[in-house]
């Protein structure tokens, strides 16, 4: 009986991580662009920042520089006024206010100072974001590249190959065992279906050879060990199914059915070796005598039977005269016989056209050429008696 494997639908291993690198890819592509996009727009925004406060501080520092200028000017005014003004104290209380603004315009602007330098360095670290986050996506490019490499290596390829070395198994025919994978529940699975695969092999020879030998003994239960035609089993299961056959096609099936005369008195003169030795012979020349198409067994003891089908009572009668012209060409010396000095046989033949409608088994047949048998024997024996 033959199975057949209901093939599993879905994505193989390899169409599976490329499906997924492909997607990782993608995913990896867009936040690459998007992060990107941001890093160049702080950049950009950040330069853009640092150089309007350049420009508004370069402007403020040329304001100061001009009011500084004009202060001192209006404090060589002063000076000179004072020489020639008459009030010295109010004088000298404005040249000391004067003196105190100037000195704060020329005194360094430290929080001016200190915003210049944190706008630099935010341009600065906005630009080494930039270079950084471009590596770190080389970096993990490469590791993403890397790791699937690795899963196929050590993951997809092993399960493929035991894959195809369950499908050989399946349909049995010879193939080499998995490669080991570096993983190691995969190995130890590459390892079981190697040994798997010897027991199936040891249990596919043993059960080749139970089959032979099955075989053989079916058929050497079927064969009659002494003379090598088919024995009484062989002969029944044959008869059902040539009168089943019959039945259907409504064909004559015909019997012979062989008795050796006077054999006892064959085994008492000449020994049970010499009566092994005449039933061989005489299976021999039944066989020779029966068409290509007719089943020859041994019914028991000395009678033997010839299954004929599709041959009518003629027919019958024409193979049956054959079987005792072969007999008698064994010339097997029979001293004892009362009918010949050599072994003759008794034949009964029978024929009948089984209907579909007729409710006659095969065992009437049988029981008419049994009849025709002992017609034969009681007439006389070494002849051929048919039934009606």
């Not at 099955?214 to 024995?231: A, E, I, R, Y």
């Not at 039944?286 to 000395?302: I, K, L, P, Q």
Request: charged residues 20%.
């Amino acid at each position: 009986m033959s199975t057949t494997t209901e093939r599993v639908t879905g994505m193989s291993i390899r169409a599976y991580l490329a499906l997924g690198l492909t997607v990782m890819a993608l995913l990896f592509t867009a936040s690459f662009f998007y992060f990107m996009s941001m890093t160049r727009e702080m950049s950009v925004s950040g330069t853009k920042t640092y150089g309007a406060f350049m420009a508004l501080t370069e402007a403020r520092n040329k304001a100061d520089l001009a009011l500084l200028e004009r202060l001192r000017e209006a404090e060589g005014a002063l000076n000179a006024a004072r020489q020639n003004a008459n009030t010295l104290g109010q004088a000298d209380a404005a040249l000391g206010a004067l003196a105190a603004s100037i000195a704060e315009l020329s005194a360094p602007q430290t929080a001016t100072e200190d915003m210049l330098l944190q706008l630099r360095r935010t341009a600065t670290l906005a630009h080494d974001f930039e270079n950084n986050l471009l590596m770190a996506f080389l970096l993990l490019g490469a590791g993403l590249v890397t790791l699937f490499g690795l899963l196929r290596l050590h993951l997809a390829r092993p399960l493929q190959g035991i894959m195809a070395f369950l499908n050989q198994l399946g349909t049995g025919a010879a193939s080499q065992p998995p490669k080991r994978s570096f993983i190691v529940e995969l190995g130890n699975i590459a390892a079981s279906l190697e040994n798997l695969g010897t027991y199936l092999s040891l249990a596919t020879v043993r059960s080749q050879k139970l089959a032979s030998e099955h075989d053989h003994f079916q058929k050497m239960s079927l064969v009659d060990g002494l003379t090598g035609v088919g024995n009484r089993r062989a002969f029944d299961e044959k008869l059902r199914t040539l009168w089943l056959q019959a039945q259907q096609g409504q064909t004559p099936l015909s019997l012979i059915m062989l008795d050796v005369d006077t054999f006892k008195r064959y085994n008492d003169n000449l020994g049970h070796q010499a009566g092994d030795e005449c039933l061989r012979r005489v299976a021999a020349a039944m066989s020779r005598a029966a068409r290509s198409t007719d089943v020859c067994a041994r019914y028991g003891g000395e009678e033997f039977a010839l299954l004929l089908p599709g041959a009518d009572a003629a027919k019958a009668q024409v193979v049956a005269a054959r079987v005792h012209a072969e007999v008698a060409r064994e010339q097997l010396p029979h001293p004892a016989s009362p009918v010949s000095t050599f072994v003759t046989v008794s034949l009964g033949v029978s024929c009948i056209r089984p209907q579909p409608d007729q409710d006659i088994e095969s065992h009437t047949l049988v029981r008419q050429t049994d009849a025709a048998l002992y017609e034969a024997k009681a007439a006389g024996r070494n002849r051929t008696c048919v039934y009606g």
